[in-house]
């Protein structure tokens, strides 16, 4: 296994991303009271909305809706990524970053693309209204259409549970302490937390604005990146 040379409790990269994620919330919270939106600006939109730039496939995981969205998202950064970091070094853990979270960003947009599709089929006319921010109160998925094309997208919790992933994959049998007190090992955790967002995202509650599909998107993408590292390097680690 390789050992890197120096272990810095902050290394670089993820130091630098915990600054530009508060800086981009700071930013946030001070421009809105200008009248300036940066989620309607940064955040990922689906490609029938008005507002949908290429760019927000990366920006959209640098925005945060609230600073709990913004703590637990940095939190878990922090505990896993110092960790990542360290072990595979700065560029592997950008790449494995910026893959992870583009990869999120793709499977909701598909997921969602399909889902906005499925509605459109069955009644043609309600998309239109969808895009202009309306929709018919007499059909029960109308509502639902117009959420689903209009709502942005915001978060990093798709390269975070990317980094969860990898995290359960490197370090298998390390305990983590649930609530800080209920011991569980770090592969069963992965299982299980994989497994419920599976279960909520095939729920499709419309009161649900958790992005599900995006977080099994990140897993799905850093399985497949970590998988073709260790088939194509004889020194994984």
């Known amino acids: 296994m390789y050992r890197p040379s120096s ?3 902050l290394p670089e990269i993820v130091k630098n991303l915990l600054i530009i994620n ?25 490609f029938q909305s008005a507002d949908f730039r290429p760019y927000q496939l990366v920006t959209h995981f640098f925005m945060h809706g609230s600073l709990t969205h913004l703590f637990f998202n940095m939190f878990a950064l922090w505990m896993f990524g110092k960790v990542l ?9 950008l790449l494995y970053y910026i893959v992870t979270a583009l990869g999120a960003a793709i499977i909701h947009l598909m997921v ?3 889902q906005i599709i499925e509605i459109s089929n069955q009644f043609p006319q309600l998309l239109e209204l969808a895009i202009e921010g309306k929709y018919n109160p007499s059909i029960a998925s109308s509502k639902r259409l ?3 094309v209009l709502t942005p997208t915001v978060g990093a919790s798709g390269a975070v549970f990317g980094l969860l992933l990898a995290f359960g994959m ?6 983590l302490y649930v609530y800080f007190a209920i011991p569980i090992k770090a592969k069963y955790f992965v299982m299980v937390y994989g497994a419920l967002e599976l279960y909520s995202g095939l729920s499709n509650n419309p009161a649900d604005n958790v992005a599900h599909f995006a977080h099994l998107g990140g897993m799905l993408f850093g399985y497949i990146l970590i998988k073709y590292w260790r088939n194509n390097s004889s020194s994984f680690y």
């Open 146 to 148: 117009t959420q689903l």
């Open 170 to 175: 490197l370090f298998p049998n390390t305990l």
């Open 112 to 114: 969602t693309q399909f």
């Open 85 to 93: 970091e360290n072990v595979w070094g700065a560029k592997r853990f």
């Open 22 to 46: 508060g800086l981009f919330f700071f930013a946030t919270i001070s421009l809105q009271k200008l009248g300036i939106d940066l989620v309607k600006i940064f955040g990922l939109h689906q």
């Open 7 to 9: 272990f810095s409790q």
